[in-house]
């Protein structure tokens, strides 16, 4: 069974700091990764996909992957308030066909 | 305009009825999926679709039946609610089923059974 395994917090970090965001899956061949944001009550936002060992950035976001370790982060730098939401770790594994989620980490910023 | 639009977003019904939620997708996508969150906020796939042909096919009761008129549409149908099916159903939509596409959500429908 293929799993994608988060710490569901809360994370609190306070304004300004660096959130790190952990997530492993335990699937190999797993090929696509993807970072989500939840806000309470809203549909899943797209923040980052990756496909490729080592870091990709984009803004105050910089997703990290590590397939020896089946191991995926997210951090987010000069977080803000309005960065409190649930982080939804995916993963795309050859042969499923669609993503596999985790439960999500919350993150609370605060001011 | 909304990319993935789902109706209605909130539904409240007896145990035993039947509903249907209906999505569209105008972002020109091959594939189109139903997933479920639970109240602890598990987001599992029910259903996938590619150019109208079902490609995935969870574990789910077949109460649940997913019909896509065309590439553009994934409805839901539902027969015999049962109390545990209340949740939020997400429609969400991607340009193929390689992996390589980002999944796109709508807004979700919000399901209650009394």
């Known amino acids: 069974q293929k799993e994608v395994e988060q710490n569901s917090g809360p994370l609190s970090v306070p304004e300004g700091a660096i959130a790190s965001l952990n997530c492993t899956y335990s699937d190999r061949v797993s090929q696509s990764f993807f970072w989500y944001r939840q806000y309470s009550g809203k549909s899943p936002e797209l923040i980052m996909s990756?496909?490729?060992?080592g870091d990709k950035e984009d803004g105050r976001f910089t997703a990290q992957l590590n397939k020896a370790s089946q191991y995926v982060s997210l951090l987010i730098r000069d977080s803000q308030p309005s960065d409190s939401a649930t982080y939804l770790c995916?993963?795309?594994?050859?042969?499923?066909?669609?993503?596999?989620f985790g439960k999500g980490t919350m993150l609370l910023v605060s001011p | 305009d909304t990319a993935v639009s789902q109706t209605p977003k909130y539904l409240v019904t007896q145990m035993g009825n039947d509903k249907s939620i209906k999505c569209e997708q105008n972002l020109g996508h091959d594939t189109m999926y139903w997933y479920k969150q639970d109240s602890k906020k598990f987001l599992k796939i029910m259903f996938s679709?590619?150019?109208?042909?079902?490609?995935i096919n969870e574990t789910v009761p077949n109460r649940f039946s997913p019909k896509s008129p065309d590439k553009a549409h994934l409805n839901l149908h539902i027969n015999s609610l049962e109390l545990g099916d209340s949740a939020v159903y997400f429609c969400?939509?991607?340009?193929?089923?390689?992996?390589?596409?980002?999944?796109?959500f709508g807004e979700g429908s919000r399901l209650t059974v009394l």
């Open positions: 969400a939509s991607s340009q193929d089923s390689s992996g390589r596409s980002s999944v796109f």
């Open positions: 679709y590619n150019n109208k042909e079902l490609i």
């Open positions: 990756i496909y490729s060992n």
């Open positions: 995916a993963v795309f594994s050859r042969g499923y066909s669609t993503l596999t």
